[in-house]
């Protein structure tokens, strides 16, 4: 089947505008991930969605960043008020419970420049 | 806390010829997973290998293989007959053992660029 997908490639938005990232994971994976890519930072971890559990959103840097997902598959990374420090790729993967079958799928990522 | 160091921010390898990539980590868990995961100028990550921590024999996959020492924590890649395809930036993980399950997030190394050449 299809791969985890992302979308868009690519934005560049002012700063102070919010903007909104897409997931979709691969059909029938129940963990959802995502990371941030940055020169300085390397890759950070985000959030975490797993089932119907409460999500992990010990990576989220501020309360600017936060994150959904629908009916346990699609996800919509927000970030409010942009700053050019949130200029990164933004990754997510997903993944599947099984314990012989762990590996998180990534996406192709979303490059945002904030100017 | 878990850090994942590797200390070799560039590393370049003439074609056919071995190249090891190496890897350091620090944690207090006793079950966990290794990764090197692959990311070529396209942005797409790629799991190239994976080991769990609790089995003794390294890992291999075709022309990747890991030396995984536990009790020095260090876990290397090493890739053999170098193909010009294996340039990409090469980044090493780590992943606890969740609950039991085999979820949970990824903590990275910073990467190394890996340039293989004619």
């Known amino acids: 089947g299809a791969g985890v997908s992302q979308s868009p490639s690519n934005k560049v938005t002012e700063k102070g505008k919010d903007v909104e990232l897409r997931c979709d994971p691969i059909?029938?994976?129940?963990?959802l991930y995502w990371y941030r890519q940055s020169l300085g930072q390397g890759l950070e971890f985000l959030i975490y969605f797993q089932g119907n559990s409460a999500p992990d959103k010990s990576g989220l840097p501020s309360d600017r960043f936060s994150a959904e997902r629908t009916g346990g598959s699609v996800s919509t990374l927000t970030i409010q008020r942009t700053q050019q420090e949130d200029s990164a790729v933004y990754l997510c993967?997903?993944?599947?419970?099984?314990?012989?079958?762990?590996?998180?799928?990534f996406g192709p990522g979303t490059r945002l420049t904030v100017t | 806390a878990q850090t994942v160091t590797q200390s070799q921010p560039e590393m370049s390898v003439q074609e056919a010829e071995t190249v090891t990539l190496s890897c350091t980590y620090d944690?207090?868990?006793?079950?966990?997973?290794l990764f090197w995961y692959k990311q070529p100028p396209s942005r797409q990550m790629i799991l190239v290998i994976r080991?769990?921590?609790?089995?003794?024999q390294n890992a291999t996959e075709n022309r990747f293989s890991v030396n995984f020492q536990k009790a020095a924590k260090s876990f290397s890649l090493k890739i053999s007959d170098s193909q010009l395809g294996d340039t990409a930036m090469y980044f090493c993980a780590f992943m606890k053992q969740h609950r039991g399950s085999t979820l949970g997030r990824l903590y990275f190394g910073r990467g190394t660029q890996l340039t293989v050449w004619p």
């Open positions: 059909s029938g994976h129940t963990a």
């Open positions: 993967a997903s993944s599947f419970p099984s314990g012989a079958t762990y590996e998180q799928y």
């Open positions: 080991q769990e921590a609790y089995k003794q």
């Open positions: 944690t207090s868990e006793s079950n966990y997973y």
